[in-house]
Structure formats: C-alpha cells, structure tokens
C-alpha cells in the first residue's frame, strides 16, 4: 500500500509524517520530495537532504546529501529550512536496495501533501509566531566555534559570551536568523502602530531588547507602558522595601521617558513578579483591536537564546479584556489592591466566531487560574503536548503525569526546561518509546529536559545545557525552553493554552500573569502542535544521546544509517504511538 502522510506547518516550520501498513523489503529509508509554489506560479521542486549516512561513505563533519542517496531512517521530519510564506508540498517514496544502488518504489510513493502556506495563522483572528531559539544544538556548535577561532578565543565559554554581546547588533544575520518570526511580528506590529496613528499599551517584566525599546520610543506618547522592575533578589543588608527600589530595568525606563512614552512604574520584586508581557494596541478611535501576548521577554535573549511563542489576537472582544487589565495594573502602582485581585479571580470569557477564549490573570485567590488548567488538562481525550519553563511540582505538570497514569492510552508529550526534583527522575509519568539498539528494549524517558551531548561519531557535539544556565555558571541565560503552551486533543476538540503564566503555584499566587485557553481553534492547534513537536524531537534526540553517553553505550552511538530492513519493523513498533496520534 502507498505511503500515507500527515503535514502540519506554521509561521516557520513543516512537520510531516509518514508511515506504512507493513516493511518494505529491501527499504533502507525514505526520499522526501518538497515542491515549493513562487509567487509567480512557478513550482520549484527539490529534494530534502539527510545529514546521517552510511558508514561506507566516510560522511564528514557537517555533511549532508539528498535523501535519495541517504534516505531518512525515520517516520517524521520537521522541515526547518523553509520559511514564512513558502507553500510547499511533499512526497514521500520508500528507497528499496537494487544491487549495490538504491532506488525509488515509486509504487509505494504516497500522494502530494496538500499545498500548505506558512504563516502565523488566521482562523478567528488567532495567529501564533515562534523563534529559533533551539540554542542546544549542533547549528549553534558549528557557530560558536567558528566564532572562537574567528576571535581568537581560547575557549567556547568565551565565545558564547562573544555571541551575547553580539546579540544586539540589530542586523546581525544569527540575531535576525534566532529571533524568526518573533522579532519580525514585533516589530511590524509597533510600526503599524506608528504609521496609522496607533496607541499601544504594554505590560512588561523585562525590557532591554535595543530595537524593541527604540520601536517603543518612536511611538513617543502613543505608547504606555506598565513597567516592571524585572527579577530582584534581597540582599541579606537590605530590607524588602530597599530593595523594591533597584530596578532591572532602569535604562530602558530612562530611555522610554526621555522620548516621551508614559511609563507606569511597577516595582514588585522581590516577593512578586510583574511578569507579564502583552501588549494591546488601540485604533485612532481608542477602540482595542488586537492584543499580543505569549512567554516572551522583550529582550535579547528572549528573542534569541530561549525557545519562546507569541500569540496575536485582531479582535475587539479579546483585546478589551487585556486593555482593562493594563488599565488595572496601571491604577494599582507598585500595590496588589483587593479589586486587582478580585478581579484576577474570574475568567474573563471572550466568543471568538467559532472559537472561544476564556481569559485568565493573576494573582489571583485560591488558585481558580490552577483549577482552570486542570480541568482543561483533565478532560484530554486523544494526547496532551506541551512545553514548560519552570512549572514546579505541584502546578499543573503534576496533573499531566497523575492523568498519564491513569490514562495509558493518552497521547503526552513536553519538555520542560528545569524539570522539579521529583519529576527528573520519573521514568513512569510518561511514557516516550524511543528507538534504541535491537538488543535492548525501547528507552523510557518522563517529560524531555533539554541537555547537550559530547561529540561523537561524525555530526552530534552540541552545546551543552550547563553552558547556557546561569545558576550552573553559563553565561547565555537561565532559560532554554521558556515557552508556557499546552495543547489538547488538537485533532478532535483542540484547545490550546499559552501567555505568561507558568502554570506553577507561584504564578498563581504572587506574580503577575495572564494566559488564554482558545478552544476550538484547530488551526492555532495544529501550528503550537507541530512547534512543540519540532522541539520535543529536537530535545528527545539528545535525551536519548544523553542517556547513552552516561552509560558509555559507545556501541549504540554510531550515528550510521542501518545496512539492511531490519530497521523499518523495529521502528514502526518503536512509534507506533506516534503514528496513531499524528496519522489517525
């Protein structure tokens, strides 16, 4: 039977999967055909390349050739060389051995995908944007160290503080190339504002990106900012009071009352964070029309080093409610009045056309933004994905992991950047099957933490996690994965999650937050669901290396394609969890 595929794309990626009723004998992989759609109607076909090989043919360092001559040993593949606005489609055709060559089963070739645009989405006024900020990896390895010999640096802990520094160059290609669609939607969004006349309100935790203060700085006193003063811990010689007046944030908040921008100081920290990062831009009328928000910091390394989303909502009903609440911050100055927290305590319930949104703020009382997630976690049916900074043990992961336990049959996948103490070792809580030696069972991982690898073989030295968290003396920045999305059922009845909130007891009971719960949107669904996917597979990959390294399994880590078939069964097994979810 022909192969069947599923594709997904959003603002920057295409994930596709493939699978086959049986083995194919004599497959070793598969060819992947992309056509891409020009503006001017022209298709321009290609063929995806594979940057594993055979042993036989010495692959090199950083080598890669088509699919055709090193077929994917794989049932999935996120595609991240195409772009916003590529529209593509993709073929996928098993490579049988013919003697000593291979060549294509065209009879077993599945049909094109259906043309797929990416963008950020437009289903209901939803559209979601992502960076690249997948820091651990072997792009950025290749990077830092063409960077310490071009600087001639000693080492490449010197080189990632090389590439921090740079990070503000605005026209930096690694800048413009990490940031993606983040950093473009951004900053469209503040020169629409500035061009048609527009007022934005802001309510931000952190603000030292460049561009981004000097976008905000254009718009002079059309722009109004609730302005945190970032992440302050006490010093043991001074009181919390004392130290509420240091402030993260004082050059921007400098800059941005010099150009005349209203700022509204809102010094919480230490004891609570003003974590919000949304924005709410007004029409000449002064009526809300859209509202962003999503985990990004307005700064360099929010851009750049983290994995983060934002979340663009054009309509008046959704934009209103954070407008009110910016006004709300605003009136509460560096206080947490009761009508503030009253207020967080309720869902703010939006109809979106088909989809709807119930809107969430804190501090709030009793945890209701808690129970909120929960419930929606809880009523999972098919698969629940998800990306985590710093949820704590007692938010919302651990309903994900009791709910896994209770539900074999349920689909979960995550990464988590710091996993809690209890979960790191959790080998129960979810169940990810990963294809491993034939000799050995499938590897049982819990939710993926990101980690870096050692080299090895020909391709895989990655930078390593210790190298980029400042608590274990990195110099990047404590964050790797700082998104906060949940997605649920995103075939079926799709609801999806996402803002600032970290979904931890913290977050609900001391800072300031927001999130979204968009139900209905199977759209926005299936872009945060082949984002997360994208990064759990990212992250999955190097758990596994990980794992093996720690063991010294020097055996398994060949980094070689398989020779013969036997290949294709192990992994058709090996993801067959997988395969139902995403080909269904």
């Avoid at 992309?34 to 360092?61: I, Y």
């Avoid at 230490?270 to 009526?287: I, M, Q, Y």
């Avoid at 809690?420 to 809580?429: G, L």
């Avoid at 977050?507 to 299936?526: M, W, Y």
Wanted: hydrophobic share 40%; net charge positive.
């Amino acid at each position: 039977m022909p192969v069947k595929t599923n594709l997904l794309v959003n603002c920057d990626d295409a994930l596709l999967f493939w699978s086959v009723a049986a083995p194919v004998s004599d497959c070793l992989g598969f060819v992947i055909d992309r056509e891409r759609k020009l503006a001017d109607g022209t298709v321009k076909p290609d063929v995806l390349g594979n940057r594993m090989g055979f042993k036989g043919d010495k692959p090199k360092a950083g080598e890669h050739r088509s699919s055709e001559e090193w077929p994917f040993q794989r049932l999935w593949w996120t595609d991240h060389e195409v772009n916003l606005g590529d529209t593509v489609r993709y073929r996928v055709t098993p490579m049988v051995k013919d003697g000593n060559q291979l060549k294509r089963l065209a009879a077993e070739r599945s049909a094109w995908t259906p043309w797929a645009t990416l963008a950020g989405g437009t289903q209901d006024g939803y559209a979601a944007f992502f960076n690249r900020g997948l820091v651990i990896s072997q792009f950025m390895a290749r990077y830092l160290e063409r960077l310490r010999v071009a600087k001639g640096l000693a080492t490449r802990k010197e080189a990632l503080k090389a590439f921090k520094d740079s990070l503000g160059e605005h026209e930096l290609p690694i800048r413009k190339f990490l940031s993606g669609a983040l950093r473009t939607e951004m900053l469209a969004l503040l020169a629409d504002a500035k061009k048609h006349g527009k007022q934005v309100y802001g309510a931000l935790y952190e603000l030292a990106d460049d561009e981004l203060v000097k976008a905000l700085c254009a718009l002079g006193a059309n722009a109004n900012v609730v302005l945190a003063n970032g992440s302050i811990t006490k010093k043991k010689t001074e009181t919390t009071s004392e130290a509420r007046q240091r402030d993260e944030n004082e050059d921007a908040r400098n800059a941005l009352n010099a150009a005349g921008v209203a700022v509204h100081d809102r010094f919480i920290a230490p004891g609570a964070l003003g974590h919000n990062k949304f924005l709410v831009v007004r029409n000449k009328s002064g009526k809300p029309e859209s509202a962003w928000t999503g985990s990004t910091n307005w700064t360099s390394t929010g851009l750049c080093t983290q994995t983060n989303n934002g979340l663009l909502v054009t309509h008046r009903g959704f934009a209103q409610e954070y407008f009110d609440q910016w006004e709300r911050l605003r009136d509460a100055g560096s206080t947490f009045p009761k009508d503030l927290i009253d207020s967080n305590s309720a869902a703010k319930p939006v109809k979106t056309n088909k989809s709807s949104a119930e809107i969430w703020f804190s501090r709030t009382k009793g945890k209701v933004d808690l129970q909120a997630l929960d419930a929606a976690v809880s009523g999972a049916k098919d698969g629940v994905l998800f990306l985590m900074f710093q949820p704590g043990g007692s938010g919302v992961l651990k309903t994900i992991r009791d709910l896994a336990k209770a539900k074999p049959a349920l689909y979960v996948r995550g990464v988590v950047s710091t996993l809690p103490a209890d979960a790191a070792d959790d080998e129960s809580a979810v169940k990810v099957d990963v294809q491993a030696d034939v000799a050995k069972p499938p590897m049982t991982l819990d939710v993926v933490q990101p980690r870096g690898t050692n080299a090895f073989a020909n391709w895989a030295a990655t930078v390593a996690r210790k190298e980029f968290l400042t608590k274990q003396g990195g110099v990047i920045g404590f964050a790797i994965v700082h998104s906060k999305v949940i997605v649920i059922d995103p075939f079926t009845n799709p609801v999806v999650i996402t803002g600032s909130h970290n979904f931890s007891g913290n977050a609900s009971t001391a800072n300031d937050e927001n999130f979204a719960i968009v139900r209905g949107n199977k759209e926005l669904a299936a872009s945060y669901a082949a984002h997360i996917m994208g990064v759990y597979d990212h992250y999955r990959w190097r758990a596994l290396l990980g794992e093996r390294q720690d063991k010294k399994d020097a055996k398994s880590l060949t980094g070689y394609l398989a020779e013969t078939d036997a290949w294709m069964g192990r992994k058709l097994k090996s993801a067959a969890r997988e395969l139902k979810f995403w080909l269904n």
